[in-house]
């Protein structure tokens, strides 16, 4: 169960939409949100849904891998459905017993709110599918730089997201592996209350923890033998340039929110 | 010739430790040498290591890096990028989340300009033979090939030094036989001296001089031949021969007319060859 979270997973590739700026993807992806906020007819999802599959297509990334990642969010998926399909008010009633009552405002609420989640979702997904975290973090740093007059230490904020995203794998492979100690030993993690299943966590997060510290330790001896010493006169191999095809992907991105906007004008 | 690295009678003690894990030790380094150092866990094999690129430094006695003190923080980034240091896991050394990217990151650290910056890696993924794979991910490398990754990110500094705490004791035989091959590439193609901290008799035989450590001093210190030909002294630190001199040995106490001297499986055929003819 484990290793099925792809979240901050990179596929590396060699595509259009990987090449393209992290900093372009990044503010599209952010325009791509807000756009998603937008919409306020199905003609408006059917268009975001068909740049979202246009995209994935683009960057030759599995649907498959992108459902994959999607997984772990059905509880929050169903239960936004619920909620939104029991609870809107109306009058329209489609169906009706004792006080249970869904409307036909309250399945079309509820059909939205899901897409929106889903694309939203599947939409960040894209962005971290395509770009190396470290692609990611270069351009956020770069976005944000700005900041750095106002004295924000954006460098290593940057690089602690970046050791952060490269760490998960490994915590959840030693997560996995701690698992599979415990319950070798008799630890019994998937039964009992609610209560009696989070103390059972307990001998699996100290070890760990103290994993993490000593991992933390030896990472930041290596990275002094590695002649790290801040951000200060740090230069980058890769440079970014924003190219002819970052000029292309602004204006299709902002052909996007044109479209969405009219659409919702228009009330398709 | 001039040490690169000249190590003087230091000692060194943990905070807390009820000893002194470095007692002593003096040892000098030359330029395109291959040092092996052995010793029981405790023996003070990495604490060295740690002194020889300033990651430690001395109580007492001095390292000299290419003349540099290393207690002397101005010298600090110098002294690194001269002496390259590599450890045990893979894992917890690699920064980056693509390889090359990783490689980068020493270089990028000491402000190195970006197009040459982009030749060093490629210079070091292909001395390490992983050129290949520098786009990949380094959790969907194999151990032996994430060493070598950690190998190219040192290399990237152009170290005229290369100290390698245990490099091979995480890797599986195939991993273990990569890492060293490519150290030893290292060695003859590019002239950089290899300082191999290592459990493996079989490792050590690859060097040009063995040092094994007991206690935090220095208790022998040779050619491979003339170390290995102790026997006696190294069973008293718990430390076995290579597998062919120990074969060797052994028939030698059963009787048989052998000579010393022979480590590897090829000498030792040789030998016995000839005491049989």
Known sequence: ?268 | MDPIIRVENITYTYPDAPGPALDGVSLDILPGTFTAVLGPNGSGKSTLAKHLNAILTPASGRVLVDGMDTAGEADLLAIRRRVGMVFQNPDNQIVANVVEDDVAFAPENLGVEPGEIRRRVDAALTQVGMYELRLHAPHLLSGGQKQRVAIAGVLAMEPEVLVLDEPTAMLDPRGRREVLDAVEALRREQGVAVVLITHHMDEAVRADRVVVMDRGRVALDGTPEAVFSRRLELRALSLDLPDAAELLARLRDGGMDLPAGALTPEACAAAIKEALA
């Not at chain 1, 772990?72 to 169903?78: E, K």
């Not at chain 1, 794998?169 to 996995?176: A, C, H, R, V």
């Not at chain 1, 039964?191 to 030896?218: H, M, N």
Request: with cysteine; proline share 4%.
């Open chain 1, 1 to 268: 169960m484990l290793k099925d979270i792809t979240l901050g997973q990179y596929f590396p590739g060699d595509t259009p939409v990987h090449r393209l700026d992290p900093r372009t993807k990044l503010v599209l992806t952010l325009v791509y949100i807000v756009a998603i906020f937008l919409v306020g007819s199905w003609g408006g999802y059917a268009l975001a849904a068909a740049a979202l599959a246009a995209v994935t297509a683009l960057a030759h990334i599995q649907p498959k891998a992108l459902i994959k990642g999607l997984k772990p969010l059905i509880f929050i998926i169903v239960f936004t459905a619920v909620l939104n399909l029991f609870f809107t008010p109306g009058e329209d009633y489609l169906f009706r017993w004792k006080f249970i009552k869904i409307t036909w405002t309250g399945l079309d609420r509820a059909a939205a709110m899901v897409l929106r989640v889903l694309l939203l979702v599947a939409g960040t997904f894209l962005l971290t599918y395509t770009t190396s975290p470290l692609a990611i973090t270069d351009g956020l740093e770069r976005l944000l730089s700005p900041l750095k007059k106002l004295h924000v230490p954006v460098y290593e904020l940057s690089l602690m997201m970046c050791i952060a995203l490269r760490f998960i794998p490994l915590l959840i492979e030693e997560t996995d592996r701690i698992m599979s100690a415990q319950k070798a030993r008799g630890a019994d993690l998937e039964t009992g209350t609610l209560a009696q299943r989070a103390k059972a966590l307990l001998p699996l997060l100290i070890p760990l923890f103290v994993s993490s510290f000593r991992r933390a330790d030896e990472l930041a001896t290596a990275m002094e033998c590695r002649c790290y010493n801040g951000g200060q006169g740090r230069t980058r191999m890769k440079q970014l340039h924003l190219s002819v095809r970052d000029g292309i992907a602004f204006v299709l991105g902002a052909a996007f929110v044109a479209g969405v906007i009219v659409l919702r004008r228009l009330g398709i």
